[in-house]
């Protein structure tokens, strides 16, 4: 199911609350409640998890599924550490699960459903020593916290396990809920469950001993479930009453960053206005020459700094400043800077961007604007093979706790949910690769299969001719864009002030060396929690062997310092022969420079930010335009200055 999907089918249903409860992760606890509160739903959060009384016990193979639902924010917090717990003991024990002292050490604010008595199931309707003791456990726990949870597939089928949880739950005086267990939306909905099962596990619907779901998980109506339960109207009491308990919403929070001082008569923004005057001295002591210039220099420097203090970013600007400075200190390459950050004058004054934005004419308010809020974010490029050192240097500074990397998630998308479906439903490889290049590979305007089936003549002809295709493209459709797989980002990291654990929980997968939080960058900056990158990239790494190189024959070379009017480089750059040149090396790049051919340094900016959909396009009137084969129209004569340089 899609959150979306859910949170829809709670409002046509006229329901006021709806709890989310994963196995074993919270990765959509925030885009669930924001959605939910968006839709008039209260959104309840929880987890299931497993939990057996001694995980050390080699001996002890039993674990109990136990199930929490969220009921203020310390227990948000203690939940975020028993999911992290579970994942950091998975890379110790190869499976997600607590032992019972967690669950006393992070038992406060949580309420806990419970039913997990199945190897008690038989003829008798007893429980045995072991589901009474446990019970008894989690009761002094959680006291009047647990409820035992029962699920009924249909009113008249009131199962031996149902009984036996009744019974445990009159003897130990614990109160009862019915829940239902929603693994898909409707009952149409089974066979698509049944193949991402298959797809998850690596098994076809021809597999007699595969995993499958029950065919009464879909979501229920209210009617539906008063029907189901008409018989134990104190359990239905219990369940409304139960919700009614948790109060907990995830809300959006300002940004947390750490202190970058200790003193407390020193602000932040006292110390940024401080280094970054202190920098642009250095700096226009090289490129401007009068004081007119010093003086636009730094009207635009008070300017920027008045912006970024009144939005609380100085700690931001600080604590970038503070490790590209370590890096260069230490002789790790650090990229000059790109994207919307290289036009803040304070980042170039901090050291942040070796680019003067006032040469080029780049706008700070691309970076930072104050009417249209929104995060900083600085791309920072740094050898590849010394990365590491920079992520270290960061956190031994501010704690290895408040530190984590960025989850993503891969979904299914169209071409690879055809091609798995067709497995798991049996076709052969070679059908099934022919059926999926029928959808086009085109990152750049990517569209749903639900268009291809309605738009495309081919694939609506083969889908009225053939059924089997039809199934494959009814599955798929309900299939597409489900998340897939969890994964890291490939540079981001989040720096707090404070545990991260106590905002969100945390990923491991069995190669993790630095934990992952379980939000993507989207709900992580709704927490407060700010993402700043940190890329690996082989061309610095290239670049610095090639001067290590040259040094050895005493010629000295310093990047920051090179000729932008060298014309050998340029007729190379004309002749396409700029294999290995950072963002000018693809084929289709290189015959764009041959009729371009590029002669100044703005050839090669504007080329770049050309060559991407959209822009594209013009990339033909920019070359006829250079060489006077067409002529330079504005669209307004008040324009002429801004688009001079890019030929209008």
Known sequence: MKIE???????????????????????????????????????????????????????????????????????????CSLVTEAFFNFKKY????????????????????????????????????????ITKKLKNIYQDRLYIDIFRESKKNISNKEIILSNVAYNLNIPMVCTNDVAFLGRNMHEAQDCLLCIKNGTTILDSKRERENTEKFFKSSEEMLDVFQDREEIILNTLNLAKRCSFILENCKPKLPNITSDPNISEEEILRTQAKQGLIKRINHCATNESEKDSYNSRLEYELKVICSMGYAGYFLIVSDFIIWAKNNNIPVGPGRGSGAGSIVAWSLNITDINPIEYGLLFERFLNPDRISLPDFDIDFCKHRREEVIDYVRNKYGEDKVAQIITFGSLQARAVIRDVGRVLGFNYGRIDKIAKLIPNNPGAIKSLKHYVENDSIVKNLIEEDEEVRKIFDISIKLEGLNRNASTHAAGLVISNSPIVEDVPLYY??????PVSQFNMKYLENIGLIKFDFLGLETLSVLDSTLNLIA?????????????????????????????????????????????KPDRIEDIIAVVALYRPGPMEQIPAYINRKHKAENTIYPHPLLEGLLSETHG
Request: aromatic share 6%; glycine share 4%.
């Open 5 to 79: 999907d859910l949170v829809k089918a709670a409002k046509e249903n006229n329901m006021q609350e709806l709890a989310l409860t994963d196995n074993c992760n919270l990765f959509g606890a925030m885009e669930f409640s924001q959605t939910a509160v968006n839709n008039g739903i209260k959104p309840i959060i929880g987890s299931s998890l497993k939990f057996s009384l001694d995980i050390d016990d080699k001996f002890n193979t039993r674990e109990f599924n136990i199930t929490f639902l969220v009921k203020n924010k310390i227990g948000w917090q203690n939940l």
């Open 94 to 133: 190869s499976k997600k699960i607590v032992d019972i002292n967690e669950l006393k050490n992070n038992s406060e604010g949580l309420i806990v459903l419970f039913n997990d008595l199945t190897n008690d199931i038989s003829n008798h309707e007893q429980p045995n020593i072991l589901s009474i003791n």
């Open 552 to 596: 050895k024959r005493n010629i000295n070379i310093d990047l920051n310092k090179i000729n932008y009017d060298d014309e050998k480089t340029y007729n190379t750059l004309s002749s396409g022969n700029t294999l290995g040149v950072f963002q000018l090396e693809s084929v289709p790049m290189r015959q764009v420079l041959k009729q371009l």
């Open 509 to 514: 997968d069995a190669k993790s060396t630095i």
